[in-house]
Protein backbone atom coordinates (compact mmCIF):
# COMPACT_ATOMS: atom_id res chain seq x y z
CA UNK A 1 0.00 0.00 0.00
CA UNK A 2 2.96 2.46 0.68
CA UNK A 3 4.09 2.30 -2.72
CA UNK A 4 0.79 2.92 -3.90
CA UNK A 5 0.55 5.84 -1.51
CA UNK A 6 3.94 6.91 -2.81
CA UNK A 7 3.27 6.96 -6.83
CA UNK A 8 0.04 8.40 -6.30
CA UNK A 9 1.51 11.30 -4.96
CA UNK A 10 4.13 11.70 -7.04
CA UNK A 11 1.54 11.35 -10.34
CA UNK A 12 -0.13 14.19 -9.29
CA UNK A 13 2.37 16.17 -9.66
CA UNK A 14 2.31 15.61 -13.07
CA UNK A 15 -1.16 15.87 -13.60
CA UNK A 16 -1.41 19.45 -15.99
CA UNK A 17 -4.43 20.04 -13.89
CA UNK A 18 -2.36 20.49 -10.56
CA UNK A 19 -0.63 23.47 -12.76
CA UNK A 20 -3.81 25.16 -13.11
CA UNK A 21 -5.14 24.97 -10.02
CA UNK A 22 -2.28 26.55 -8.27
CA UNK A 23 -2.81 29.20 -11.18
CA UNK A 24 -6.34 29.76 -9.43
CA UNK A 25 -4.97 29.91 -6.39
CA UNK A 26 -2.14 31.94 -6.57
CA UNK A 27 -4.98 34.23 -8.93
CA UNK A 28 -7.61 33.96 -5.91
CA UNK A 29 -5.50 34.84 -2.94
CA UNK A 30 -3.90 37.98 -5.04
CA UNK A 31 -7.41 39.23 -5.79
CA UNK A 32 -8.49 38.44 -2.54
CA UNK A 33 -5.53 40.02 -0.50
CA UNK A 34 -6.20 43.49 -2.89
CA UNK A 35 -9.91 43.55 -2.11
CA UNK A 36 -9.45 43.00 1.84
CA UNK A 37 -6.48 45.27 1.92
CA UNK A 38 -8.92 47.98 0.53
CA UNK A 39 -11.63 47.27 2.37
CA UNK A 40 -9.69 47.39 5.97
CA UNK A 41 -8.24 50.29 5.30
CA UNK A 42 -11.72 51.64 4.92
CA UNK A 43 -12.90 50.69 8.33
CA UNK A 44 -14.02 52.33 10.95
CA UNK A 45 -11.28 52.15 13.82
CA UNK A 46 -13.93 50.83 16.47
CA UNK A 47 -12.98 47.33 17.30
CA UNK A 48 -16.92 46.51 17.75
CA UNK A 49 -17.62 47.84 14.77
CA UNK A 50 -14.88 46.18 12.70
CA UNK A 51 -14.74 42.87 13.95
CA UNK A 52 -17.84 40.97 12.12
CA UNK A 53 -16.53 42.67 9.26
CA UNK A 54 -13.18 41.10 9.66
CA UNK A 55 -14.65 37.73 10.75
CA UNK A 56 -17.42 37.75 7.18
CA UNK A 57 -14.18 38.41 5.10
CA UNK A 58 -12.23 35.55 6.63
CA UNK A 59 -15.82 33.55 6.27
CA UNK A 60 -15.94 34.74 3.05
CA UNK A 61 -12.32 34.05 1.79
CA UNK A 62 -12.42 30.06 3.31
CA UNK A 63 -15.57 29.43 1.26
CA UNK A 64 -13.85 29.80 -1.32
CA UNK A 65 -10.67 28.32 -0.66
CA UNK A 66 -12.54 25.61 0.05
CA UNK A 67 -14.19 25.70 -3.41
CA UNK A 68 -10.45 26.00 -5.13
CA UNK A 69 -10.03 22.82 -3.02
CA UNK A 70 -12.72 20.93 -4.31
CA UNK A 71 -12.09 21.24 -7.59
CA UNK A 72 -8.79 19.96 -7.47
CA UNK A 73 -10.52 16.71 -5.54
CA UNK A 74 -12.30 16.30 -8.07
CA UNK A 75 -10.00 16.73 -11.05
CA UNK A 76 -7.15 14.55 -9.30
CA UNK A 77 -9.68 11.65 -7.88
CA UNK A 78 -12.73 11.64 -10.06
CA UNK A 79 -10.43 9.08 -12.54
CA UNK A 80 -7.91 8.14 -9.48
CA UNK A 81 -9.05 3.93 -10.55
CA UNK A 82 -11.41 4.50 -13.44
CA UNK A 83 -8.68 6.19 -15.37
CA UNK A 84 -6.17 3.41 -14.96
CA UNK A 85 -8.55 1.29 -15.56
CA UNK A 86 -9.82 2.80 -18.98
CA UNK A 87 -6.13 3.15 -20.45
CA UNK A 88 -5.24 -0.43 -19.15
CA UNK A 89 -2.58 0.79 -16.36
CA UNK A 90 -4.30 -0.94 -13.80
CA UNK A 91 -4.30 -4.29 -15.61
CA UNK A 92 -0.53 -4.44 -14.89
CA UNK A 93 -1.13 -2.93 -11.13
CA UNK A 94 -3.42 -5.47 -9.91
CA UNK A 95 -2.04 -8.94 -10.83
CA UNK A 96 0.38 -8.21 -8.27
CA UNK A 97 0.79 -9.62 -4.92
CA UNK A 98 -1.61 -6.68 -3.54
CA UNK A 99 -5.03 -6.43 -2.11
CA UNK A 100 -7.20 -4.19 -4.39
CA UNK A 101 -8.74 -2.28 -1.46
CA UNK A 102 -4.56 -1.36 -0.69
CA UNK A 103 -4.55 -0.01 -4.07
CA UNK A 104 -8.09 2.04 -3.27
CA UNK A 105 -6.82 3.45 0.14
CA UNK A 106 -3.07 3.87 -1.37
CA UNK A 107 -5.03 6.33 -3.58
CA UNK A 108 -7.39 7.56 -1.09
CA UNK A 109 -3.88 8.73 1.20
CA UNK A 110 -1.71 9.63 -1.82
CA UNK A 111 -4.67 11.86 -2.74
CA UNK A 112 -5.62 12.81 0.95
CA UNK A 113 -1.84 13.88 1.82
CA UNK A 114 -1.90 16.01 -1.30
CA UNK A 115 -5.10 17.61 -0.52
CA UNK A 116 -4.57 18.32 2.94
CA UNK A 117 -1.40 19.84 2.49
CA UNK A 118 -2.51 22.10 -0.58
CA UNK A 119 -5.85 22.90 1.86
CA UNK A 120 -3.60 23.80 4.68
CA UNK A 121 -1.67 25.97 2.54
CA UNK A 122 -4.61 27.74 1.82
CA UNK A 123 -6.33 27.92 4.94
CA UNK A 124 -3.17 29.56 6.66
CA UNK A 125 -2.66 31.56 3.66
CA UNK A 126 -5.58 32.95 3.88
CA UNK A 127 -5.77 33.48 7.59
CA UNK A 128 -2.05 34.96 7.18
CA UNK A 129 -3.11 37.45 4.21
CA UNK A 130 -5.76 38.96 6.85
CA UNK A 131 -3.79 39.29 9.87
CA UNK A 132 -1.23 40.94 7.33
CA UNK A 133 -3.84 43.19 5.98
CA UNK A 134 -4.99 44.47 8.99
CA UNK A 135 -7.71 42.30 10.25
CA UNK A 136 -7.74 42.77 13.52
CA UNK A 137 -8.81 39.54 14.66
CA UNK A 138 -7.40 37.04 17.63
CA UNK A 139 -7.51 33.34 17.41
CA UNK A 140 -6.26 31.11 19.76
CA UNK A 141 -4.14 28.13 18.87
CA UNK A 142 -7.23 25.94 19.54
CA UNK A 143 -8.78 27.58 17.00
CA UNK A 144 -6.89 27.83 14.28
CA UNK A 145 -5.94 24.64 15.33
CA UNK A 146 -8.95 22.54 15.10
CA UNK A 147 -10.56 24.96 12.08
CA UNK A 148 -7.63 24.04 9.94
CA UNK A 149 -8.46 20.12 10.82
CA UNK A 150 -11.77 20.88 9.84
CA UNK A 151 -11.15 23.01 6.28
CA UNK A 152 -8.98 19.82 5.44
CA UNK A 153 -11.68 17.17 6.91
CA UNK A 154 -13.93 18.63 3.96
CA UNK A 155 -12.22 17.75 0.60
CA UNK A 156 -11.20 13.99 2.26
CA UNK A 157 -15.19 13.57 2.51
CA UNK A 158 -15.49 14.46 -1.55
CA UNK A 159 -12.43 12.58 -1.57
CA UNK A 160 -13.80 9.51 -0.27
CA UNK A 161 -17.39 10.00 -2.47
CA UNK A 162 -15.06 10.31 -5.63
CA UNK A 163 -13.32 7.07 -4.88
CA UNK A 164 -16.37 5.47 -4.67
CA UNK A 165 -17.57 6.81 -8.19
CA UNK A 166 -13.74 5.87 -9.66
CA UNK A 167 -14.23 2.46 -8.26
CA UNK A 168 -17.36 1.69 -9.96
CA UNK A 169 -18.05 3.88 -13.24
CA UNK A 170 -16.29 6.29 -15.40
CA UNK A 171 -13.91 8.71 -14.64
CA UNK A 172 -16.69 10.77 -16.35
CA UNK A 173 -19.73 9.05 -14.35
CA UNK A 174 -17.71 9.63 -11.15
CA UNK A 175 -16.80 13.34 -11.88
CA UNK A 176 -20.84 14.34 -12.39
CA UNK A 177 -21.73 12.72 -9.34
CA UNK A 178 -19.28 14.29 -7.30
CA UNK A 179 -19.98 17.72 -8.28
CA UNK A 180 -23.38 17.13 -8.32
CA UNK A 181 -23.45 15.55 -4.36
CA UNK A 182 -21.16 18.77 -3.50
CA UNK A 183 -23.34 20.92 -5.32
CA UNK A 184 -26.29 19.24 -3.55
CA UNK A 185 -24.76 20.03 -0.06
CA UNK A 186 -23.63 24.11 -0.92
CA UNK A 187 -27.25 24.66 -2.21
CA UNK A 188 -28.28 22.65 0.68
CA UNK A 189 -26.27 24.94 3.13
CA UNK A 190 -27.61 28.08 1.07
CA UNK A 191 -31.62 27.10 1.62
CA UNK A 192 -30.77 25.92 5.42
CA UNK A 193 -29.54 28.88 6.06
CA UNK A 194 -32.33 30.74 4.44
CA UNK A 195 -34.64 28.90 6.30
CA UNK A 196 -32.46 29.97 9.54
CA UNK A 197 -32.52 33.39 9.03
CA UNK A 198 -36.91 33.95 8.30
CA UNK A 199 -37.10 31.82 11.27
CA UNK A 200 -34.98 34.09 12.81
CA UNK A 201 -38.13 36.67 11.88
CA UNK A 202 -40.75 34.49 13.60
CA UNK A 203 -41.63 32.86 10.95
CA UNK A 204 -41.42 29.31 10.83
CA UNK A 205 -39.17 27.75 7.58
CA UNK A 206 -38.96 24.14 8.94
CA UNK A 207 -39.34 23.06 4.98
CA UNK A 208 -36.01 24.93 4.11
CA UNK A 209 -34.27 24.02 7.18
CA UNK A 210 -35.02 20.16 6.31
CA UNK A 211 -34.45 20.27 2.93
CA UNK A 212 -30.86 21.91 4.82
CA UNK A 213 -30.88 18.64 6.38
CA UNK A 214 -30.85 16.29 3.88
CA UNK A 215 -28.74 17.92 1.71
CA UNK A 216 -25.86 17.59 4.34
CA UNK A 217 -26.55 13.87 5.07
CA UNK A 218 -26.28 13.32 1.02
CA UNK A 219 -22.82 15.31 1.66
CA UNK A 220 -21.63 16.48 4.63
CA UNK A 221 -18.77 19.25 3.51
CA UNK A 222 -20.92 22.27 3.67
CA UNK A 223 -21.81 20.92 7.38
CA UNK A 224 -17.92 20.61 8.28
CA UNK A 225 -17.69 24.33 6.33
CA UNK A 226 -20.48 25.89 9.23
CA UNK A 227 -18.61 23.89 12.12
CA UNK A 228 -15.79 25.22 11.41
CA UNK A 229 -16.95 28.77 10.97
CA UNK A 230 -18.33 28.07 14.65
CA UNK A 231 -14.71 27.19 15.62
CA UNK A 232 -12.95 30.19 14.47
CA UNK A 233 -15.53 32.70 15.44
CA UNK A 234 -17.57 32.04 17.82
CA UNK A 235 -14.89 32.96 21.10
CA UNK A 236 -15.75 34.47 24.00
CA UNK A 237 -19.95 33.66 23.61
CA UNK A 238 -19.75 35.67 20.84
CA UNK A 239 -21.05 34.19 17.60
CA UNK A 240 -20.52 37.15 14.83
CA UNK A 241 -21.63 35.14 11.77
CA UNK A 242 -25.56 34.80 12.71
CA UNK A 243 -26.69 36.43 9.80
CA UNK A 244 -24.82 35.65 6.73
CA UNK A 245 -25.50 33.08 3.93
CA UNK A 246 -22.72 31.24 3.54
CA UNK A 247 -21.40 30.86 7.29
CA UNK A 248 -23.43 31.60 10.51
CA UNK A 249 -26.95 29.62 11.14
CA UNK A 250 -26.77 26.81 13.48
CA UNK A 251 -24.16 25.41 14.57
CA UNK A 252 -23.91 21.97 13.20
CA UNK A 253 -24.32 19.18 16.04
CA UNK A 254 -21.90 16.51 17.79
CA UNK A 255 -24.10 14.14 15.64
CA UNK A 256 -23.65 15.84 12.35
CA UNK A 257 -19.63 15.33 13.08
CA UNK A 258 -20.20 12.16 13.65
CA UNK A 259 -21.83 11.14 11.05
CA UNK A 260 -19.60 12.56 8.84
CA UNK A 261 -17.21 10.76 10.00
CA UNK A 262 -19.31 7.58 9.50
CA UNK A 263 -19.91 9.32 6.12
CA UNK A 264 -16.33 9.02 5.19
CA UNK A 265 -15.68 5.33 5.91
CA UNK A 266 -18.78 4.28 4.83
CA UNK A 267 -17.78 5.63 1.22
CA UNK A 268 -14.24 4.26 1.60
CA UNK A 269 -15.81 0.84 2.42
CA UNK A 270 -18.02 0.97 -0.42
CA UNK A 271 -15.02 2.08 -2.92
CA UNK A 272 -12.89 -0.82 -2.03
CA UNK A 273 -15.91 -2.93 -2.06
CA UNK A 274 -16.67 -1.59 -5.56
CA UNK A 275 -13.19 -2.27 -6.83
CA UNK A 276 -13.09 -5.79 -5.55
CA UNK A 277 -16.07 -6.97 -7.46
CA UNK A 278 -14.90 -4.62 -10.61
CA UNK A 279 -13.98 -6.33 -14.19
CA UNK A 280 -10.48 -4.67 -14.84
CA UNK B 1 -0.45 -28.93 -11.78
CA UNK B 2 0.70 -25.25 -12.04
CA UNK B 3 -3.24 -24.18 -13.99
CA UNK B 4 -6.18 -26.61 -13.26
CA UNK B 5 -9.55 -25.38 -14.53
CA UNK B 6 -13.03 -26.89 -13.75
CA UNK B 7 -15.88 -25.35 -15.99
CA UNK B 8 -14.43 -22.27 -15.87
CA UNK B 9 -16.43 -19.73 -17.34
CA UNK B 10 -16.58 -16.07 -17.75
CA UNK B 11 -19.20 -14.35 -20.06
CA UNK B 12 -19.89 -10.90 -20.45
CA UNK B 13 -23.91 -10.44 -19.63
CA UNK B 14 -24.49 -13.76 -20.89
CA UNK B 15 -22.46 -13.09 -24.22
CA UNK B 16 -18.86 -13.76 -24.87
CA UNK B 17 -16.06 -14.61 -23.33
CA UNK B 18 -15.07 -18.19 -22.99
CA UNK B 19 -17.51 -21.56 -21.64
CA UNK B 20 -16.76 -23.88 -19.73
CA UNK B 21 -12.99 -24.27 -20.18
CA UNK B 22 -11.38 -27.55 -18.61
CA UNK B 23 -7.75 -27.09 -18.92
CA UNK B 24 -4.49 -28.37 -16.96
CA UNK B 25 -1.13 -27.26 -17.54
CA UNK B 26 1.49 -29.17 -15.90
CA UNK B 27 4.24 -27.36 -14.29
CA UNK B 28 7.53 -26.47 -16.30
CA UNK B 29 5.75 -26.50 -19.94
CA UNK B 30 5.46 -24.42 -22.73
CA UNK B 31 1.22 -24.00 -23.43
CA UNK B 32 -0.15 -22.63 -26.00
CA UNK B 33 -3.66 -21.11 -26.45
CA UNK B 34 -4.58 -20.95 -29.61
CA UNK B 35 -7.65 -18.98 -31.51
CA UNK B 36 -9.05 -16.70 -34.22
CA UNK B 37 -9.87 -13.05 -32.85
CA UNK B 38 -12.74 -12.65 -30.45
CA UNK B 39 -12.72 -16.69 -29.60
CA UNK B 40 -11.71 -15.58 -26.04
CA UNK B 41 -8.11 -16.33 -25.27
CA UNK B 42 -7.56 -13.19 -23.48
CA UNK B 43 -11.11 -13.54 -21.62
CA UNK B 44 -9.75 -16.71 -19.82
CA UNK B 45 -5.99 -15.54 -19.53
CA UNK B 46 -7.51 -12.60 -17.54
CA UNK B 47 -9.51 -14.64 -15.18
CA UNK B 48 -6.87 -16.81 -14.69
CA UNK B 49 -4.70 -13.18 -13.22
CA UNK B 50 -7.95 -12.72 -11.46
CA UNK B 51 -8.84 -9.29 -13.31
CA UNK B 52 -12.16 -10.95 -14.47
CA UNK B 53 -14.35 -12.73 -11.56
CA UNK B 54 -15.93 -16.13 -13.61
CA UNK B 55 -19.34 -16.31 -13.91
CA UNK B 56 -18.88 -19.91 -13.72
CA UNK B 57 -16.60 -22.64 -12.40
CA UNK B 58 -13.76 -22.71 -10.49
CA UNK B 59 -9.89 -22.95 -11.50
CA UNK B 60 -6.43 -23.05 -9.13
CA UNK B 61 -3.28 -21.32 -10.21
CA UNK B 62 0.34 -22.86 -8.42
CA UNK B 63 -2.19 -24.38 -6.03
CA UNK B 64 -4.44 -21.51 -4.66
CA UNK B 65 -7.41 -19.75 -6.14
CA UNK B 66 -7.83 -17.52 -8.31
CA UNK B 67 -6.20 -14.03 -7.46
CA UNK B 68 -4.69 -15.33 -3.93
CA UNK B 69 -1.92 -12.67 -3.24
CA UNK B 70 0.30 -15.72 -2.82
CA UNK B 71 -0.16 -16.98 -5.60
CA UNK B 72 0.19 -13.76 -7.35
CA UNK B 73 4.11 -12.66 -6.05
CA UNK B 74 4.85 -15.81 -8.28
CA UNK B 75 3.25 -14.84 -11.32
CA UNK B 76 4.54 -12.82 -14.48
CA UNK B 77 1.38 -11.04 -17.06
CA UNK B 78 1.94 -9.25 -20.56
CA UNK B 79 -1.46 -7.68 -21.20
CA UNK B 80 -2.72 -7.85 -24.11
CA UNK B 81 -3.06 -3.98 -24.34
CA UNK B 82 -0.08 -3.02 -22.37
CA UNK B 83 0.06 0.39 -20.74
CA UNK B 84 2.25 1.54 -18.17
CA UNK B 85 1.83 5.01 -16.58
CA UNK B 86 3.60 7.31 -19.50
CA UNK B 87 4.34 10.12 -17.29
CA UNK B 88 7.74 7.38 -16.26
CA UNK B 89 10.83 6.51 -17.65
CA UNK B 90 11.03 2.73 -17.98
CA UNK B 91 13.28 2.40 -15.29
CA UNK B 92 10.70 3.86 -12.92
CA UNK B 93 7.85 1.31 -14.53
CA UNK B 94 10.00 -1.16 -13.60
CA UNK B 95 10.96 0.46 -9.83
CA UNK B 96 7.43 0.68 -9.18
CA UNK B 97 6.67 -2.76 -10.50
CA UNK B 98 9.77 -4.43 -8.10
CA UNK B 99 8.28 -2.30 -5.63
CA UNK B 100 4.74 -3.96 -6.52
CA UNK B 101 6.59 -7.45 -6.24
CA UNK B 102 8.25 -6.39 -3.07
CA UNK B 103 11.55 -7.55 -4.44
CA UNK B 104 14.24 -6.40 -2.61
CA UNK B 105 17.34 -4.02 -4.01
CA UNK B 106 16.02 -4.66 -7.78
CA UNK B 107 18.59 -3.20 -9.34
CA UNK B 108 20.51 -5.51 -10.89
CA UNK B 109 17.95 -7.78 -11.96
CA UNK B 110 16.25 -4.51 -13.52
CA UNK B 111 19.16 -4.07 -15.69
CA UNK B 112 19.52 -7.46 -16.84
CA UNK B 113 15.82 -7.37 -17.86
CA UNK B 114 15.93 -4.60 -19.90
CA UNK B 115 18.98 -5.83 -21.59
CA UNK B 116 17.32 -9.20 -22.47
CA UNK B 117 14.29 -7.14 -24.11
CA UNK B 118 16.76 -4.95 -25.93
CA UNK B 119 15.68 -1.73 -23.82
CA UNK B 120 19.01 -0.69 -22.43
CA UNK B 121 19.85 2.90 -23.49
CA UNK B 122 15.93 3.70 -23.53
CA UNK B 123 15.35 3.42 -19.56
CA UNK B 124 15.53 7.21 -19.28
CA UNK B 125 13.00 7.98 -21.45
CA UNK B 126 9.66 8.82 -20.89
CA UNK B 127 7.10 5.68 -21.54
CA UNK B 128 4.98 8.09 -23.26
CA UNK B 129 7.49 8.44 -26.02
CA UNK B 130 7.86 4.58 -26.72
CA UNK B 131 6.93 3.21 -29.65
CA UNK B 132 4.39 0.11 -29.42
CA UNK B 133 6.81 -2.25 -29.69
CA UNK B 134 9.33 -0.93 -27.23
CA UNK B 135 6.13 -0.75 -24.84
CA UNK B 136 5.34 -4.39 -25.81
CA UNK B 137 9.13 -5.39 -24.86
CA UNK B 138 8.70 -3.31 -21.59
CA UNK B 139 5.59 -5.37 -20.81
CA UNK B 140 7.21 -8.32 -21.06
CA UNK B 141 10.26 -7.12 -18.90
CA UNK B 142 7.41 -6.21 -16.18
CA UNK B 143 5.92 -9.61 -16.61
CA UNK B 144 9.49 -11.50 -15.68
CA UNK B 145 10.56 -9.10 -12.85
CA UNK B 146 9.81 -11.75 -10.09
CA UNK B 147 11.33 -14.47 -11.46
CA UNK B 148 8.17 -15.85 -12.06
CA UNK B 149 7.64 -19.60 -11.48
CA UNK B 150 4.53 -19.06 -13.98
CA UNK B 151 4.30 -16.64 -17.03
CA UNK B 152 1.00 -15.50 -18.93
CA UNK B 153 2.01 -13.88 -22.36
CA UNK B 154 -1.22 -12.70 -24.09
CA UNK B 155 -0.10 -12.22 -27.89
CA UNK B 156 3.55 -10.98 -26.50
CA UNK B 157 5.08 -10.28 -30.44
CA UNK B 158 2.10 -8.32 -31.66
CA UNK B 159 3.43 -5.25 -32.12
CA UNK B 160 7.22 -7.02 -32.54
CA UNK B 161 9.17 -6.70 -35.62
CA UNK B 162 10.98 -9.90 -37.37
CA UNK B 163 13.79 -9.68 -34.96
CA UNK B 164 11.80 -9.18 -31.89
CA UNK B 165 9.27 -12.08 -32.57
CA UNK B 166 12.66 -14.49 -32.53
CA UNK B 167 13.70 -12.81 -29.18
CA UNK B 168 10.47 -13.55 -27.76
CA UNK B 169 11.00 -17.24 -28.84
CA UNK B 170 14.48 -17.26 -27.45
CA UNK B 171 13.10 -16.05 -24.09
CA UNK B 172 10.40 -18.45 -24.23
CA UNK B 173 12.63 -21.23 -24.63
CA UNK B 174 14.86 -20.12 -22.12
CA UNK B 175 12.20 -19.92 -19.25
CA UNK B 176 11.33 -23.35 -20.52
CA UNK B 177 14.63 -23.98 -19.90
CA UNK B 178 14.64 -23.07 -16.28
CA UNK B 179 11.47 -25.09 -15.12
CA UNK B 180 8.93 -22.13 -16.03
CA UNK B 181 5.73 -22.38 -17.07
CA UNK B 182 4.69 -20.37 -20.00
CA UNK B 183 1.12 -20.32 -20.82
CA UNK B 184 1.13 -17.95 -24.30
CA UNK B 185 -1.90 -17.16 -26.17
CA UNK B 186 -1.80 -16.29 -29.75
CA UNK B 187 -3.28 -16.40 -33.27
CA UNK B 188 -0.62 -17.27 -34.87
CA UNK B 189 0.25 -21.63 -35.18
CA UNK B 190 3.26 -20.46 -36.86
CA UNK B 191 4.09 -19.03 -33.54
CA UNK B 192 2.78 -21.27 -30.92
CA UNK B 193 4.24 -24.01 -33.16
CA UNK B 194 8.07 -22.99 -32.75
CA UNK B 195 8.20 -23.31 -29.14
CA UNK B 196 4.88 -25.14 -27.42
CA UNK B 197 4.81 -28.49 -26.28
CA UNK B 198 1.02 -28.70 -25.57
CA UNK B 199 -1.95 -26.44 -27.12
CA UNK B 200 -5.48 -26.04 -26.77
CA UNK B 201 -7.65 -24.37 -29.38
CA UNK B 202 -10.35 -22.12 -28.70
CA UNK B 203 -13.06 -21.06 -30.52
CA UNK B 204 -16.31 -18.45 -29.65
CA UNK B 205 -15.52 -19.38 -26.35
CA UNK B 206 -15.03 -22.97 -26.15
CA UNK B 207 -12.33 -25.12 -26.42
CA UNK B 208 -12.20 -27.69 -29.69
CA UNK B 209 -9.21 -29.22 -29.28
CA UNK B 210 -6.70 -30.38 -26.48
CA UNK B 211 -3.28 -31.90 -26.95
CA UNK B 212 0.59 -32.22 -27.98
CA UNK B 213 0.53 -29.31 -30.97
CA UNK B 214 2.51 -32.89 -33.34
CA UNK B 215 -0.76 -35.01 -32.61
CA UNK B 216 -2.77 -32.08 -33.33
CA UNK B 217 -1.48 -31.01 -36.40
CA UNK B 218 -0.98 -34.23 -37.88
CA UNK B 219 -4.87 -35.61 -36.55
CA UNK B 220 -6.03 -32.84 -39.01
CA UNK B 221 -3.47 -33.44 -41.60
CA UNK B 222 -4.34 -34.63 -45.11
CA UNK B 223 -2.35 -35.35 -48.21
CA UNK B 224 -3.21 -33.64 -51.60
CA UNK B 225 -2.39 -35.18 -54.66
CA UNK B 226 -3.04 -33.39 -58.00
CA UNK B 227 -2.80 -36.58 -60.38
CA UNK B 228 -4.74 -35.75 -63.47
CA UNK B 229 -6.94 -38.33 -64.41
CA UNK B 230 -6.51 -41.00 -61.92
CA UNK B 231 -5.39 -44.59 -63.23
CA UNK B 232 -8.20 -48.08 -62.77
CA UNK B 233 -8.59 -49.14 -58.64
CA UNK B 234 -6.01 -46.48 -57.40
CA UNK B 235 -8.54 -45.09 -55.38
CA UNK B 236 -9.44 -48.54 -53.94
CA UNK B 237 -6.03 -49.21 -53.33
CA UNK B 238 -5.74 -46.11 -51.30
CA UNK B 239 -8.28 -46.54 -49.55
CA UNK B 240 -7.03 -49.69 -47.70
CA UNK B 241 -4.31 -47.53 -46.10
CA UNK B 242 -6.12 -44.54 -46.22
CA UNK B 243 -8.55 -43.21 -43.84
CA UNK B 244 -10.37 -41.28 -46.13
CA UNK B 245 -9.77 -40.75 -49.78
CA UNK B 246 -11.88 -37.90 -51.67
CA UNK B 247 -10.89 -36.77 -55.54
CA UNK B 248 -12.13 -33.12 -56.64
CA UNK B 249 -11.82 -32.24 -59.95
CA UNK B 250 -8.16 -33.79 -60.14
CA UNK B 251 -7.12 -33.07 -57.02
CA UNK B 252 -7.01 -36.34 -54.54
CA UNK B 253 -7.12 -35.42 -50.73
CA UNK B 254 -5.93 -38.34 -48.89
CA UNK B 255 -6.58 -38.62 -44.79
CA UNK B 256 -3.81 -41.00 -42.91
CA UNK B 257 -3.35 -42.98 -39.74
CA UNK B 258 -0.47 -42.36 -39.29
CA UNK B 259 2.75 -40.09 -40.36
CA UNK B 260 4.51 -43.13 -41.49
CA UNK B 261 1.89 -44.53 -44.24
CA UNK B 262 2.57 -40.87 -46.16
CA UNK B 263 5.88 -42.79 -48.12
CA UNK B 264 3.58 -45.83 -48.81
CA UNK B 265 0.62 -43.33 -50.44
CA UNK B 266 3.01 -41.60 -52.81
CA UNK B 267 4.42 -45.29 -53.69
CA UNK B 268 0.90 -46.78 -54.50
CA UNK B 269 -0.28 -43.66 -56.64
CA UNK B 270 3.54 -43.64 -58.27
CA UNK B 271 2.86 -47.24 -58.77
CA UNK B 272 -0.42 -47.14 -59.96
CA UNK B 273 0.94 -45.73 -63.16
CA UNK B 274 -0.70 -42.40 -62.65
CA UNK B 275 2.21 -39.38 -62.74
CA UNK B 276 0.90 -37.32 -59.27
CA UNK B 277 2.03 -33.70 -60.74
CA UNK B 278 2.26 -32.49 -57.29
CA UNK B 279 2.01 -34.21 -54.07
CA UNK B 280 1.81 -31.83 -50.53
CA UNK B 281 1.56 -32.62 -46.84
CA UNK B 282 -1.38 -30.12 -46.43
CA UNK B 283 -1.55 -29.05 -42.60
CA UNK B 284 -4.96 -27.64 -42.31
CA UNK B 285 -5.65 -27.93 -38.51
CA UNK B 286 -8.79 -26.73 -38.08
CA UNK B 287 -9.26 -24.58 -40.79
CA UNK B 288 -13.14 -26.62 -41.23
CA UNK B 289 -13.53 -25.65 -37.59
CA UNK B 290 -12.63 -22.09 -38.20
CA UNK B 291 -14.36 -21.84 -41.93
CA UNK B 292 -17.17 -23.02 -40.67
CA UNK B 293 -18.30 -20.48 -38.32
CA UNK B 294 -17.11 -18.50 -40.77
CA UNK B 295 -14.11 -17.02 -39.16
CA UNK B 296 -10.34 -17.15 -39.53
CA UNK B 297 -8.89 -17.52 -42.47
CA UNK B 298 -5.48 -18.54 -41.61
CA UNK B 299 -4.20 -22.21 -40.90
CA UNK B 300 -5.58 -23.23 -37.74
N1 LIG C 1 -15.48 -6.18 -21.85
C1 LIG C 1 -16.24 -6.92 -22.67
N2 LIG C 1 -17.57 -6.72 -22.72
C2 LIG C 1 -18.34 -7.46 -23.53
N3 LIG C 1 -17.89 -8.43 -24.33
C3 LIG C 1 -16.57 -8.68 -24.34
C4 LIG C 1 -15.68 -7.93 -23.51
N4 LIG C 1 -14.43 -8.40 -23.71
C5 LIG C 1 -14.54 -9.38 -24.63
N5 LIG C 1 -15.82 -9.56 -25.00
C6 LIG C 1 -16.31 -10.57 -25.96
O1 LIG C 1 -15.83 -11.84 -25.55
C7 LIG C 1 -15.35 -12.56 -26.66
C8 LIG C 1 -13.94 -13.00 -26.41
O2 LIG C 1 -13.08 -11.88 -26.35
P1 LIG C 1 -11.52 -12.02 -26.08
O3 LIG C 1 -10.96 -10.66 -25.96
O4 LIG C 1 -11.31 -12.95 -24.96
O5 LIG C 1 -11.01 -12.70 -27.43
P2 LIG C 1 -9.53 -13.06 -27.89
O6 LIG C 1 -9.53 -14.50 -28.20
O7 LIG C 1 -8.55 -12.58 -26.92
O8 LIG C 1 -9.42 -12.25 -29.24
P3 LIG C 1 -8.17 -11.50 -29.90
O9 LIG C 1 -7.43 -12.51 -30.71
O10 LIG C 1 -8.80 -10.49 -30.78
O11 LIG C 1 -7.37 -10.91 -28.83
C9 LIG C 1 -15.51 -11.67 -27.87
O12 LIG C 1 -16.65 -12.11 -28.56
C10 LIG C 1 -15.74 -10.30 -27.33
O13 LIG C 1 -16.66 -9.63 -28.12
MG1 LIG D 1 -7.07 -11.31 -27.01
Known amino acids: MITVIKYTFKEMFHKKALFFVLLLTLTYLTLYGFGIKEAYEALPRVNTLALPIFSEFITVGLYFASLIVAFLVVISSAGAL ?60 SQVFNGALLFLWMPLILLSVCLWGSARMSTLGAGIMAVMLYGFALIGGWVEQIGYLISLGGRSATGLINAGIIA ?41 LFYAATYMVFMLYMAARSFALRDI | MVIETFNLTKQYDGKGGCVDINLSVKEGEVFGFLGPNGAGKSTLVKTLVGLLRPTGGSARVLGRPLGDIRAMGKIGYLPENFRYHDWMTGLEVMRFHAELYKIP ?67 IRDLKKKGKTVFLNSHLLSEVEMVCDRVAVINRGRIIACGDLKDLLFENSALTAKVGSPAEGLIEELKKIALQVKLQEDILTIKVAKRDDIPMIAKVIVQSGTPPLRIKNGRRFFGGAFCKSGEGRESY
Open chain 1, 82 to 141: SADVESGVMQAVLVKPIKRYEVVLGKFFGIGLMVSLYSLFLFFGIIFLNKALGARVVFSF
Open chain 1, 216 to 256: SLLMPTDAIYRKMNSVLFSSNGIYFLRNNLLGGGAEPSLLM
Open chain 2, 105 to 171: RPAERISELLELVGLSGHEKKKVAGYSKGMQQRLGLAVALLADPALVFLDEPTSALDPVGRIEVREI
